[in-house]
C-alpha cells in the first residue's frame, strides 16, 4: 500500500497537466421519494500549481414550492437561503477542493501518504476487475474511535494505482448524537472510479453517493450526488507515472 500511496501522490501532481469538465448533480428527496430540489452544475476545471480554478459554466435545477416544480437556470440561485438550497450548495462545494488537482476533497482519498497511516488494510484476493488484473483490498480506519472510512477497494496490479474505491463509514453515530442532537446519516458513503488517461496518469473519473440525511428530528432528506469529471485535455507533458520497482 506504500507503492500505492506513492503512486497516489505522484499522480495528484501529474493532473495538473490535465484541463477537464466536471459535471455535478445533487438531488433531495423526501423519505417518501417525492423530489423537494435538484440541481445540476457544469464547471470548466484548469489545475494550477497550487489550486484549481473552477469557472462554473451552467447551473440549472427545480424546486418544489407552492404546489408546483420551478425550473430554473443561471444565478442567482432561487430560494437560495432555506434549508434545502442551503444544504444542497454545500454537499455540491464539499465533493470538491480548491488545492486538489482533481477536483476533489482529500478526505475521499484513504490511499494517499498522509492518510495512509490511519488504516488497516487486508489483501482479498488477485482479481479480473473492468478488464484489468487487480488486487482486491480491504481497509477499516486502524483508530476504532474514528470515523475514518470502511471499505474495499480494487487496485490495477501493474500500474498499483485504484481503478474503484467503496467506502462507508465504519459504526453508527454515537447514540448520544443521535438521540440528544437528533442527527443521523444511516448509510453515508461513497464510490469513486479512476480511468486511465492518455500520458499514463490515472484520473478521478466518476463520484457518487447516496444516503439518509436525519437532522433535529423534523428535517429528513434522501440525498444523492453524483460527480462525472470529462473532457480532459492534456496540456503539457512531464515525467510519465510509473508503478516503480516492487519490494
Known amino acids: 500500500m506504500a507503492k500505492v500511496a506513492e503512486n497516489q501522490d505522484r499522480s495528484e501532481q501529474a493532473r495538473k497537466q490535465y484541463i477537464y469538465r466536471q459535471h455535478i448533480r445533487v438531488v433531495l428527496n423526501r423519505t417518501n421519494g417525492k423530489l423537494v430540489r435538484e440541481e445540476t452544475a457544469d464547471y470548466h476545471m484548469i489545475p494550477q500549481e497550487d489550486k484549481t480554478e473552477r469557472k462554473l459554466e451552467k447551473i440549472t435545477g427545480k424546486y418544489w414550492d407552492k404546489g408546483k416544480y420551478h425550473e430554473f437556470s443561471g444565478e442567482p440561485i432561487p430560494h437560495s437561503d432555506g434549508i434545502d438550497?442551503?444544504?444542497?450548495?454545500?454537499?455540491?462545494?464539499?465533493?470538491?477542493?480548491?488545492?486538489?488537482?482533481?477536483?476533489?476533497?482529500?478526505?475521499?482519498?484513504?490511499?494517499?501518504?498522509?492518510?495512509?497511516?490511519?488504516?488497516?488494510?487486508?489483501?482479498?484476493?488477485?482479481?479480473?476487475?473492468?478488464?484489468?488484473?487487480?488486487y482486491h483490498i480491504g481497509f477499516g480506519p486502524l483508530d476504532k474511535t474514528e470515523f475514518d472510512w470502511k471499505g474495499e477497494a480494487y487496485v490495477d496490479a501493474a500500474d498499483f494505482e485504484p481503478i474503484y474505491i467503496y467506502t462507508k463509514l465504519p459504526r453508527k453515530l454515537p447514540l448520544a448524537v443521535r438521540t440528544l442532537l437528533g442527527i443521523d446519516v444511516p448509510g453515508y458513503g461513497y464510490s469513486l472510479t479512476y480511468e486511465k488517461q492518455p500520458g499514463g496518469v490515472w484520473f478521478p473519473k466518476s463520484y457518487g453517493t447516496e444516503f439518509t440525511l436525519r437532522v433535529l428530528f423534523f428535517y429528513n432528506r434522501e440525498v444523492m450526488v453524483s460527480m462525472e469529471n470529462k473532457d480532459f485535455e492534456q496540456t503539457h507533458v512531464e515525467t510519465k507515472i510509473t508503478a516503480g520497482a516492487e519490494q
Open 85 to 134: 438550497a442551503d444544504l444542497l450548495h454545500d454537499m455540491r462545494e464539499d465533493v470538491t477542493e480548491a488545492k486538489s488537482k482533481d477536483g476533489l476533497g482529500r478526505r475521499q482519498y484513504p490511499f494517499v501518504s498522509e492518510e495512509l497511516s490511519k488504516y488497516v488494510f487486508q489483501l482479498i484476493g488477485r482479481e479480473t476487475f473492468r478488464g484489468h488484473d487487480a
